[in-house]
């Protein structure tokens, strides 16, 4: 069986967090790949401080363009409206049939709030999920989800787009924070000012 990963996100900017998160899940739950899936519309996010999707996909090409393993899905902005993760699952199902076993990764804390998300039950029949997990921090998972979850424990680098999109705001460096590429293309498109 094909082990594929899907990382989805607003990755507004995409940042080395995302891509940390990424590596460590590929590596310990031996995925051939992972997808990055950058979102039209985030379905509970403000948007004011969004950027078009085109410069959001695009800087996420940036920063995966160095891995062979790591790729960019157009998915749910070409689909466009609201992204919701269940008719992502669905379209990928189609494509890849049943030889391979998708892997929904999601970062810090989504566990804990697993049964609040819409359509859970059916996200479950779909794919497996891989929950972060800061080391020495044990969660607890509903009973129900157990067979469909997996953790991954991964020491937290602690930054967030919201913190690097504050920090362009202020004028503050976010050099080392995203991937030299994502940098120059912040800068040389005034993103976030
Ligand atoms: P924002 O601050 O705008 O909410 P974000 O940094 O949380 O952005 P998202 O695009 O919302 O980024 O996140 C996509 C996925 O990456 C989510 O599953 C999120 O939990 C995870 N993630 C975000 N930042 C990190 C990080 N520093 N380490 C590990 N996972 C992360
Ligand atoms: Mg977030």
Redesign the pocket.
């Given at each position: 069986m094909k082990r594929i990963g899907l990382?989805?996100?607003?990755?507004?900017p995409i940042?080395n967090?995302?891509l940390?998160?990424a590596s460590q899940a590929k590596e310990k739950c031996s995925l051939e790949q992972v997808i990055f899936i950058p979102s039209a519309l985030p379905p509970h996010k403000e948007e004011h401080s969004l950027v078009d999707a085109t410069h959001r996909y695009i800087m996420a090409n940036l920063a995966t363009l160095d891995n062979d393993d790591f790729i960019v899905s157009d998915i749910e902005i070409h689909r466009g409206g609201k992204s919701y993760t269940l008719d992502t699952l669905r379209e990928l199902k189609k494509i890849y049939k049943t030889e391979t076993i998708i892997y929904f990764?999601?970062?810090?804390d989504?566990i804990s709030e697993l049964n609040t998300w819409k359509d859970v039950e059916k996200l479950l029949e779909l794919c497996i999920f891989i929950f972060?997990t800061r080391p020495g921090h044990k969660p607890k998972i509903d009973e129900r989800y157990l067979k469909h979850t997996q953790q991954l424990t991964i020491p937290?680098?602690?930054?967030?787009?919201?913190?690097i999109r504050e920090k362009i705001k202020n004028r503050k460096s976010i050099k080392y924070l995203v991937p030299d590429l994502v940098y120059k293309y912040i800068t040389k498109y005034n993103l976030y000012l």
């Open positions: 990382l989805g996100g607003t990755f507004n940042h967090g995302h940390f998160l990764i999601t970062g810090y989504a972060a937290e680098l602690n930054i967030s787009s919201t913190y």
